[in-house]
Nanobody, 124 residues
Framework: QLQASGGGLVQPGGSLTLSCAVS????????MGWFRQAPGKEREFVAA????????HYADSVKGRSSISRDNAKNAVYLQMNSLKPEDTAVYYC???????????????????WGQGTLVTVSS
């Protein structure tokens, strides 16, 4: 089970850190990802980190402004977002999968486990 938290209202240019807690299983063997979905749009890839934390991947839209990290001891993954823009407004979901391959990380349909989402609103 995945539980995302940390969303809220933030002003443009602000920062936010999202957390995803994994329960019921150890997260260490799973790749973890963050996706987002704005109203009327498809769910899109934001960032992913491989099971061993060795490689991290970002969407072009957040590259340089966001950082994904994980703490396997705490069974958690984090997404720090800086310099937030109104277009970052969306429901953010965390995802997990033990078998997803590198070339599939950006495809939401290929992730096996999902959290319930946390709303991020960037507005003045």
């Amino acid at each position: 089970q995945l539980q995302a938290s940390g969303g809220g209202l933030v002003q443009p240019g602000g920062s936010l850190t999202l957390s995803c807690a994994v329960s019921g299983r150890t997260s260490s063997g799973y790749s973890m990802g963050w996706f987002r979905q704005a109203p009327g749009k498809e769910r899109e890839f934001v960032a992913a980190i491989r099971w061993n934390g060795g490689t991290r991947h970002y969407a072009d839209s957040v590259k340089g402004r966001s950082s994904i990290s994980r703490d396997n001891a705490k069974n958690a993954v984090y997404l720090q977002m800086n310099s937030l823009k109104p277009e970052d407004t969306a429901v953010y979901y965390c995802a997990a999968d033990s078998r997803i391959i590198l070339s599939s990380l950006r495809n939401a349909r290929l992730w096996g486990y999902w959290g319930q989402g946390t709303l991020v609103t960037v507005s003045s």
